[in-house]
């Protein structure tokens, strides 16, 4: 089983920053990619960054120069930088692990965190 710990969500004004960790545990086969996903109130879950092992990064437009995604191999952690937050950055946000094992692939999630752009 894998289990994923995020940290560092809150309240935060706009135009602020946060930072966001994740750190994988337990029995971690081959990591495909490590990423964080939002999901607003009323809205569809929706990706927001996503690092691969292959060493390429998505992200999406609505955050991209502003939020950087990066990765601590040795550590199983992945980080979310968001910067110049705007209060459309509220969401639940969830960190996301993809591993292969024997050509089958396992989808992992956190348990979310809050982050909240209000004045």
């Known amino acids: 089983q894998v289990h994923l710990v995020e940290s560092g969500g809150g309240l935060v004004q706009p135009g602020g920053s946060l930072r966001l960790s994740c750190a994988a545990s337990g029995r971690i086969f081959s990591i495909k990619s490590m990423g964080w996903y939002r999901q607003a109130p009323g809205k569809e879950r929706e990706s927001v960054a996503v690092t691969t092992s292959g060493g390429s990064t998505n992200v999406a437009d609505s955050v991209k120069g502003r939020f950087t995604i990066s990765r601590d191999n040795a550590k199983n952690t992945v980080y979310l930088q968001m910067n110049t937050l705007k209060p459309e950055d509220t969401a639940v946000y969830y960190c996301?692990?993809?591993?292969?094992?024997?050509?089958?692939?396992?989808?992992?999630w956190g348990q979310g965190t809050q982050v909240t752009v209000s004045s």
């Open positions: 996301n692990l993809v591993s292969i094992k024997m050509g089958f692939q396992y989808n992992y």
